[in-house]
Each structure stands twice: as structure tokens, then as C-alpha cells.
């Protein structure tokens, strides 16, 4: 198997059509009043992230819609809740701030895409602002803005995301016990196990 190295060879590939000027003149420095409202109904959020040594990773962070907080037009604020601690996503940061972040919107086929730097803060004010219930996130990820951009519908039409019809029968897949059971070879039964998770997420939401 061969695999292409250079743009010049990506471009020899993609020569036809080239992106139109649209599609490069819609990429934002700042978030517009468009920009703002996605943030400002999204309830969820994928950021991924890079250590720079060229692992990455991708995590999924979500709340009520919202959640993630824009303090100014070239800042966003996102609280990081309970979690199992491994720290993958903050780990990167610390390392190396470079993120993309992908919002969503239930139902809504375009994203909004949005790439920057991230740092990570445990300041008061901003915690007690993003607390929940009174409870608040252990830290904060502030995200300056490079670019922000909407992104089209194809590859969620193309998947019928948002299509309860395609949706596989929850009853059908296993849970997540037995697939932690299964994949550490443990000798606990699955039930156990979801009834623990289950025990966790009601306990340790925020």
C-alpha cells in the first residue's frame, strides 16, 4: 500500500474542484453573532488535542446547552466535570495548546468548527460561574480563538446521524459492562459492573 507524503501529491488527487472562494473566505479570526448562538445552543462539544510527540486524542465534552461559556468574541470557557482522571485531553494542553474544537446542535446537520489555543485555569471567579447545582467543574479550559468556521451537512446526511429510524436497537449492543468485563478479562459479572456505573454517573454527574 502506498500513501501520499507531500501536498503536491494530496493536490494531484483533490486538483478538481479546488476549494471556491467561499469555503476559504468563510473562516473566522473571531466568533461572530452566527458563532456565538451555536456555542450558545450546543450542549456538546468534541476537542481534540495533540501532545506534540504525535499522539492525539479526541474527548467529548457535554452539558446542558450552553455550557461552554463565551467570555469575549476570541474566547471560550469550557468546564471540565467529573471524570474517570486519566487526563488525556488536559495532559496535551499543558503540553501543547494547539486544539480543534467540533460543536453540535441535536438535530442539526452543520457544525461549527473552531481551532485555537488552549490553557488550563482554576480561577474562582470563572469556576463559580460555570458551577452547576452549586457544584463546581474541577478546572476550566479557556480556548482562544484562531478560527471558527460553520461546517457543511454532507457527512451528517450521508450517515443519517440524527435519524431515529437508523438507529440501532440499544437492546441489540452490549452494555457497557460487558464490554469492560470482556475487554479486562474479569471475573465480576457485567451486570455488576453496569449497576457500579450506573451507581457513578448519578452520583458524580458534576
Given at each position: 500500500m502506498e500513501f501520499l507524503t507531500t501536498r503536491d501529491e494530496l493536490r494531484t488527487i483533490y486538483k478538481t474542484p479546488?476549494?471556491?472562494?467561499?469555503?476559504?473566505?468563510?473562516?473566522?479570526?473571531?466568533l461572530d453573532g452566527h458563532c456565538r448562538s451555536f456555542i450558545g445552543k450546543s450542549p456538546f462539544v468534541l476537542i481534540g488535542s495533540s501532545d506534540g510527540a504525535g499522539n492525539a486524542d479526541v474527548t467529548p465534552k457535554g452539558d446542558k446547552p450552553g455550557f461552554a461559556a463565551i467570555l469575549d468574541d476570541n474566547t471560550i470557557a469550557i468546564p471540565d466535570r467529573p471524570g474517570n482522571n486519566r487526563l488525556d485531553t488536559l495532559e496535551n494542553i499543558v503540553r501543547n495548546p494547539s486544539v480543534g474544537l467540533l460543536f453540535l446542535i441535536p438535530g442539526m446537520n452543520e457544525t461549527l468548527r473552531v481551532n485555537g489555543d488552549a490553557r488550563i485555569t482554576v480561577d474562582a471567579g470563572l469556576r463559580g460561574r460555570l458551577a452547576v447545582d452549586g457544584k463546581e467543574p474541577q478546572s476550566v479550559?479557556?480556548?482562544?480563538?484562531?478560527?471558527?468556521?460553520?461546517?457543511?451537512?454532507?457527512?451528517?446526511?450521508?450517515?443519517?446521524?440524527?435519524?431515529?429510524?437508523?438507529w440501532y436497537d440499544r437492546a441489540t449492543l452490549p452494555t457497557l459492562g460487558q464490554i469492560i468485563r470482556d475487554q479486562l478479562a474479569l471475573a465480576e459479572a457485567a451486570g455488576d459492573i453496569d449497576r457500579e456505573l450506573d451507581q457513578d454517573y448519578r452520583q458524580t454527574m458534576w
Open positions: 479546488r476549494p471556491t472562494d467561499g469555503p476559504i473566505r468563510k473562516e473566522l479570526k473571531a479550559v479557556v480556548v482562544s480563538v484562531k478560527a471558527a468556521y460553520m461546517h457543511c451537512a454532507k457527512a451528517f446526511m450521508r450517515s443519517d446521524l440524527w435519524k431515529p429510524e437508523t
